[in-house]
């Protein structure tokens, strides 16, 4: 598929004057996307499970099949270990609650990396304090990559529960899961996988990477908002008590006693995302039609072409920008705020993000108050990345010209 087709199918992107620069806070969504969510409220709509009837049928069929589409996504072993949520924030929450409440005791450890988001920071946090358990940081190194020495130190307190970030939203950056998830199971800790920006990057196959749980969000791989997917593996689901209660995740009950519905409705309370669902299954379907290989080495080159640009300009930097990162790249311009290079950017009709990105530890390791980041999709172009590094080059030399 030549890159103007690719591009063909994203209204949004038809816009005049517009350089969407900004996928790592949220992709743009193919036609097959909002047709998918449309065609379900205008033929289907009905609540899924319960009715007799046939527009709840159709509508239990397609939401059930998106199970099915993400499940061959992340090539999980069986769909019922593929559980529907809002999000990564929602799947990071469920785990501190109810995979927290079960393993952990007073004087364990949660250990978690620098660039960890705060949806995965904060639930953690709070799930050790309600226990008197510690959330153990894995600091950065001189390069802005997790400190593998710290790591192992780390590691030698037997910690119950290693959360890793796959690929760092604010930087770009990737951990060295294959290396450090088998570090951490042979120290004995249960292992979760923030993998929110590596599903639109890269083939995931949560089977090879051997993580206890993996988390991601539709929004950021061509999907809707409001939908989500937290994988685990079935042994420690079925183990983990259910984390909201009401209709779907329910099996009997009466005023004396409940019991709970098998997996994976037991942490699905509720009426669902339906059209979110069936958007997130659209989605998964339309990247697995894709050429994945080709499609990330196009993104590389993107990045490969912004680094190089931004890297030549006097007076700017880059912040853990190494060959391997995937997706984006984050940056300063030297005594400027980064959110007035973000307006200077969107005055130029370049949208990228700007601020603390929900990490607000690691820009204290960074000792910055914020960066500015550019993130790239498969839609991305060179000529987009071109006007980008050009439009940040000419507000460094509009400054420097008031200066003087």
Same mark, same amino acid.
């Given at each position: 598929?030549?890159?103007?087709?690719?591009?063909?199918?994203?209204?949004?992107?038809q816009q005049p004057g517009?350089?969407? /620069?900004?996928?790592?806070?949220?992709? %743009?969504?193919?036609?097959?996307?909002?047709?998918?969510?449309?065609?379900?409220?205008?033929?289907?709509?009905?609540?899924? #499970?319960?009715?007799?009837?046939?527009?709840?049928? !159709?509508?239990t069929r397609s939401f059930?099949?998106?199970?099915?589409?993400?499940?061959?996504?992340?090539?999980?072993?069986? !769909?019922?270990?593929?559980?529907?949520?809002?999000?990564?924030?929602?799947?990071?929450? /469920?785990?501190?609650?109810? &995979?927290?409440? /079960?393993?952990?005791?007073?004087?364990?450890?949660?250990?978690?990396?620098?660039?960890? #988001? #705060?949806?995965?920071i904060v639930p953690w946090q709070q799930a050790a304090e309600r226990v008197g358990a510690r959330l153990c940081p894995i600091p950065l190194d001189a390069e802005g990559r997790l400190n593998e020495a710290a790591f192992l130190t780390l590691l030698a307190a037997r910690p119950k529960v290693v959360v890793l970030t796959q690929i760092a939203n604010a930087l770009g950056?990737?951990?060295?899961?294959? !290396?450090?998830?088998?570090?951490?199971?042979?120290?004995?800790?249960?292992?979760?996988?923030?993998?929110?920006q590596a599903v639109a990057h890269e083939v995931v196959d949560v089977q090879a990477l051997g993580c206890d749980f993996y988390a991601f969000s539709g929004h950021k791989m061509y999907g809707p908002t409001g939908i989500g997917v937290l994988w685990g593996k079935v042994e420690h689901l079925q183990a983990m008590p259910p984390y909201q209660f009401g209709g779907e995740m329910i099996h009997k009950v009466s005023f004396e006693q409940s019991s709970f519905n098998q997996l994976p409705f037991k942490f699905e309370a509720g009426?669902?995302?339906?059209?979110?669902?069936?958007?997130?299954?659209?989605?998964?379907?339309?990247?697995?039609?894709?050429?994945?290989?080709? /499609?990330?080495?196009?993104?590389?080159?993107? &990045?490969?072409?912004?680094?190089?640009? &931004?890297a030549a300009?006097?007076?700017?930097?880059?912040?853990s920008a190494f060959e391997d990162n995937a997706g984006a790249l984050a940056f300063n311009l030297d005594g400027e705020h980064h %959110?007035?290079?973000?307006?200077?950017?969107?005055?130029?009709?370049?949208?990228?993000?700007?601020?603390?990105?929900?990490?607000?530890?690691l820009m204290a390791a960074l000792d910055v108050r914020g960066t500015c980041r550019v993130s790239v999709a498969a839609y991305n172009t060179a000529d987009e990345i071109d006007a980008f590094v050009d439009a940040v080059r000419d507000m460094r030399e509009f400054l420097h010209d008031e200066a003087n």
């Open positions: 598929m030549s890159l103007d087709t690719l591009r063909d199918q994203f209204p949004a992107l517009l350089i969407y /620069l900004d996928n790592a806070a949220t992709t %743009q969504k193919p036609n097959a996307v909002l047709e998918a969510m449309h065609r379900f409220y205008q033929e289907d709509n009905a609540n899924v #499970h319960r009715g007799a009837h046939r527009l709840s049928a !159709r509508a059930e099949a998106a199970r099915d589409s993400v499940t061959r996504l992340i090539n999980a072993p069986v !769909r019922e270990s593929v559980i529907f949520t809002k999000g990564t924030t929602e799947a990071m929450n /469920l785990l501190a609650s109810s &995979l927290g409440s /079960l393993v952990l005791q007073s004087g364990d450890t949660v250990v978690i990396d620098t660039w960890a #988001h #705060h949806a995965s950056a990737r951990a060295p899961l294959t !290396r450090w998830l088998p570090l951490a199971k042979a120290a004995g800790a249960l292992t979760i996988v923030d993998g929110a009426t669902p995302a339906i059209a979110e669902a069936i958007g997130l299954g659209a989605a998964a379907e339309w990247l697995m039609a894709q050429d994945r290989p080709a /499609l990330a080495a196009h993104e590389s080159v993107l &990045l490969e072409r912004a680094r190089n640009g &931004l300009i006097e007076g700017l930097t880059l912040y %959110q007035d290079v973000g307006i200077w950017l969107d005055q130029a009709g370049i949208a990228v993000r700007c601020g603390h990105h929900c990490c607000q530890p």
